[in-house]
């Protein structure tokens, strides 16, 4: 018997289509992404500005009056990082909730 990839994690993704404010923890650089997929121990988000990958990051969505997304922020570290749609596809581990 063969699983498909996504019944093998050991994690349930939800799926995000929600802004995000992205900000590098070195530089205080912030940007402005959309939210892919969020799990128990990692997010994905996409960006129109590459990030190197071991860049920490605070992550932060907020609902805005959305009663179906609930206010997020975490610390992270980029994963990985592909070229996805004329900007980039971010993978970012989550280091710990904020």
């Known amino acids: 018997m063969s699983l498909d990839f996504d019944e093998r994690r050991d994690f349930q993704r939800?799926?995000?289509d929600h802004p995000?404010?992205?900000?590098?923890?070195?530089t205080g650089r912030e940007h402005r992404g959309l939210?892919?997929?969020?799990?128990?121990?990692g997010l994905s988000f996409h960006l129109?500005?590459?990030l190197?990958?071991?860049t920490l990051l605070t992550?932060?969505?907020?609902p805005a009056g959305q009663s179906a997304v609930l206010p997020f922020r975490a610390e992270a570290e980029v994963h990985r990082v592909?070229?996805?749609g004329g900007g980039y596809l971010v993978a970012a581990r989550i280091l710990?909730?904020?």
């Open 20 to 26: 995000m404010k992205i900000t590098e923890q070195a």
């Open 52 to 54: 190197p990958v071991g």
């Open 35 to 41: 939210g892919r997929d969020l799990s128990a121990i």
């Open 14 to 16: 939800l799926q995000l």
């Open 59 to 62: 992550v932060a969505i907020d």
């Open 96 to 98: 710990r909730m904020l």
């Open 48 to 50: 129109n500005t590459a």
């Open 82 to 84: 592909e070229a996805e």
